[in-house]
């Protein structure tokens, strides 16, 4: 019976995946956009993860060592949802002890969101590849069908959307070892005059 409820939920799981991501492009199109402060967004997720942050729980931290308004035109739950999905994957693979760090930064036209994190990083066959849908290389110490594959294939379809882009690289170390992934999503940055 157990495992007969278990892969019940991880159907369950995906399915709701499968149905969120054919409706999104729909939803997308009719949505209304804002103008979305990037460096309000992120102070709120880090404050969330430290009211909600268990003892033994990897750290977030968040780097905005500019002062600089960061803003771009969007759907914020959207842009919430792709981050949110960043910093749970880093999460997942990052070795208690160890944390995942956030930042912003404004270049060139475009505001650039990166999280990365201190796990095994990706194979380099594979940068591009966890953006495909059903991709899913999760670390050993997670139970089967806990995720869908679908995660960062909707979090590139939200930023296609939003006319920006996101991709995957690994943090090497001065000897060139692997460190880390790091995740970066590129928006444009917003032409409207902060208030």
Excluded: W
């Excluded at 209304?32 to 931290?61: C, F, G, I, N, Y």
């Excluded at 905005?64 to 035109?73: F, G």
């Excluded at 949110?84 to 404004?106: C, D, E, W, Y």
């Amino acid at each position: 019976m157990d495992i007969i409820q278990e892969d019940v939920k991880r159907l369950d799981r995906l399915i709701t995946d499968i149905s969120g991501a054919s409706r999104l492009d729909a939803e997308l199109a009719r949505a209304h956009l804002e103008r979305v402060d990037v460096r309000r967004l992120l102070k709120a997720l880090v404050q969330v993860h430290e009211s909600t942050d268990a003892a033994d729980q990897t750290a977030l931290e968040l780097d905005m060592s500019s002062d600089e308004k960061m803003y771009v035109v969007g759907i914020e739950s959207r842009i919430v949802q792709v981050v949110q999905n960043l910093i749970g994957n880093a999460f997942s693979f990052t070795p208690p002890g160890k944390s995942v760090r956030l930042a912003a930064t404004r270049d060139d036209g475009m505001v650039q969101i990166t999280v990365d994190d201190d796990g095994p990083g990706i194979p380099e066959d594979n940068l591009a590849s966890v953006f495909e849908r059903f991709y899913s290389e999760r670390p050993d110490s997670e139970q089967f069908g806990t995720h869908s594959g679908l995660g960062l294939s909707i979090s590139k379809q939200i930023i296609d959307v939003h006319g920006g882009t996101i991709y995957a690289e690994n943090l090497l170390s001065e000897a060139g070892k692997v460190v880390g992934a790091c995740f970066i999503v590129r928006l444009p940055q917003s032409t409207f005059k902060p208030e």
